[in-house]
């Protein structure tokens, strides 16, 4: 019975298609995205296509870039933002700060932003008074007017 379920699983990756490794831009990657989000069913969220470690599921995406890409790329769960290799820690980053904010805002009923400050910066301090972070960013952040997200971009 084993060999042949080992015989089936054979078979099956043998009719895999194979997808050439090639240099991939960011903007290839985002409009490949974009293609594969519309063909899920709506129940089924994007993050889907991120593992663990925050690295993309490239089989999934590989017929739709008609490659595997041969930088690593990352996508955070929490706003689907997506950063090259060298803005790895960025990515964990935002994805730590967004999910606090989310928690904060579900304890209190309130923004965790310092008190007055005009471009809504959040507050650290804050979200460490409920244990919410490990640590502290090296970056600030700042709430949007959008769905309460976060930036790393200071507005204007």
Known sequence: MWKKNKNKKQKKQAKLPKYPIRD???????KAIDKYSDQLPNQIPLSVIINDD???NFQ????????????TYYMTRET???????DQQLA???DMIQK????????TKELPVINGDPYKKVSFFKL????????????AFYLTDEEYLITYKKPS
Do not use: C, H, S, W
């Not at 999934?60 to 930088?71: M, N, R, S, V």
């Not at 606090?100 to 304890?107: E, P, R």
């Open 24 to 30: 991939i831009p960011l903007f290839e990657l985002k």
């Open 54 to 56: 925050l690295t993309l």
């Open 60 to 71: 999934l995406l590989a017929p739709f870039l008609k490659g595997i890409p041969e930088q």
């Open 80 to 86: 689907y933002d997506l950063f090259e290799e060298k």
């Open 92 to 94: 964990f980053d935002i």
């Open 100 to 107: 606090a904010v989310d928690d904060y805002m579900q304890q």
């Open 128 to 139: 460490e008074k409920l244990n919410l972070i490990e640590y502290r960013p090296e970056l």
